[in-house]
């Protein structure tokens, strides 16, 4: 992903903040993502615990996410509600491709059903995937059609496409816009890459459908704040992109 070795070796929280706050940004989420089943050569996972800890010392600033891993069955959807519950996390995350397994798999489904019953959202990846390691390639999984029928099988549930959907950014839109409960991330690529149709969706009848994000350390958070205000959208159409929107989905004040 061409990330600085320093950064991917770890930063500190008040390093962090500090990042943070040079590029304006007030709040984010922090994710304990799960990549992968465990054993398999690549896979990796950041420990829910460690996220708690940045939250707790941070609390005003940094909100945290549950990585999904749906090999664990009950077990991950008791850890999920132990950290809503008890550490105060506000969504669920999900990388469909390194499970090798579509969003409307079945297998993820009792995940669903728990985010429902805590009333939070789940972000997953949707698009391409990248090729992380050449001995080990992962499918592209991640197809806007997914979350149309996760979305047609769990109306209450809030679902946030999160990279975009490229190179199936239209039928994320689609998707958005014919679901009332499905939204966009415009994370993981440079805003100035955003193309034409999700612009435009931002600055008119999607304006309420899209959240920022950087997907850190992937796009510096200065870069993306700055490229995203060379947009050209309405102040209106930043203001629920930058925040309003986020606030809603999420519950944050």
């Not at 958070?221 to 159409?237: C, G, P, Y």
């Amino acid at each position: 992903m061409k990330v600085a070795g320093a950064v991917l070796d770890g930063v500190t929280i008040s390093d962090h903040v500090e990042m943070l706050n040079q590029a304006g940004i007030s709040q984010a989420l922090l994710i304990a993502a799960k990549l992968g089943r465990r054993g398999l050569e690549d896979s990796w996972e950041l420990d829910a615990a460690t996220v708690a800890e940045a939250c707790s010392a941070e609390p005003d600033v940094f909100k945290g996410l549950i990585g999904i891993n749906p090999f664990d069955s009950v077990k991950g959807t008791k850890e999920l509600e132990i950290f809503v519950k008890n550490y105060g996390f506000v969504g669920a995350h999900l990388y469909p491709h390194w499970f090798e397994e579509a969003p409307d798999s079945r297998i993820y489904y009792p995940f669903y059903a728990k985010c429902i019953e805590l009333n939070i959202p789940i972000q997953m990846q949707v698009g391409r995937c990248q090729r992380y390691a050449l001995e080990r390639p992962m499918r592209n999984v991640g197809f806007p059609a997914a979350i149309d029928r996760v979305a047609c099988h769990f109306p209450e549930l809030k679902l946030v496409g999160i990279h975009v959907g490229w190179p199936w950014t239209e039928e994320m839109i689609s998707v958005a816009d014919k679901h009332e409960n499905v939204f966009i991330g415009i994370d993981a690529y440079a805003p100035k890459y955003l193309g034409d149709s999700l612009v435009n969706y931002i600055n008119s009848w999607g304006m309420k459908k899209v959240i920022f994000g950087t997907d850190w350390p992937v796009i510096p958070f200065d870069r993306a704040v700055k490229e995203t205000k060379e947009l050209s959208l309405s102040q209106e159409a930043m203001d629920h992109l930058f925040y309003l929107n986020t606030q809603r989905i999420y519950g944050l004040v």
